[in-house]
């Protein structure tokens, strides 16, 4: 079983910045591969970044290419998304994901956090 709890949500203006965090506990962090997805109200959740197990390899959702950064930290168990030059479409909440894949499919990830809200006001 691996736990994770994310961090970092809140309200910000378009244009703004946050840096979300997700704390690992459980079996061995660096053994999973990472996402972070959203899900919007009304909308299913979709993919927004992935990292692979030794952070080596990231990937990127096209409506945040750019503006957005996954990164971990295997020391501290933790994985994080910077989020720059928000805009209101950002809105949603926010989940962290662990699985044994480098994947963008939400059936691929087995472990997933609680969520966090960010808001992005026009």
């Known amino acids: 079983q691996v736990q994770l709890v994310e961090s970092g949500g809140g309200l910000v203006q378009a244009g703004g910045s946050l840096r979300l965090s997700c704390a690992a506990s459980?079996?061995?962090?660096?053994?999973?591969?990472m996402d972070w997805f959203r899900q919007a109200p009304g909308k299913e959740r979709e993919f927004v970044a992935a990292?692979?197990?030794?952070?080596?390899?990231?990937g990127y959702a096209d409506s945040v290419k750019g503006r957005f950064t996954i990164s971990r930290d295997n020391a501290k168990n933790t994985v994080y998304l910077q989020m720059n030059s928000l805009k209101p479409e950002d809105t949603a909440v926010y989940y962290c994901?662990?699985?044994?894949?480098?994947?963008?499919?939400?059936?691929?990830?087995?472990?997933w956090g609680q969520g966090t809200q960010v808001t992005v006001s026009s």
């Open positions: 994901a662990a699985g044994a894949y480098f994947a963008t499919v939400v059936a691929d990830f087995d472990y």
């Open positions: 990292i692979s197990w030794s952070g080596g390899s990231t």
């Open positions: 459980g079996r061995t962090f660096s053994n999973y591969n």
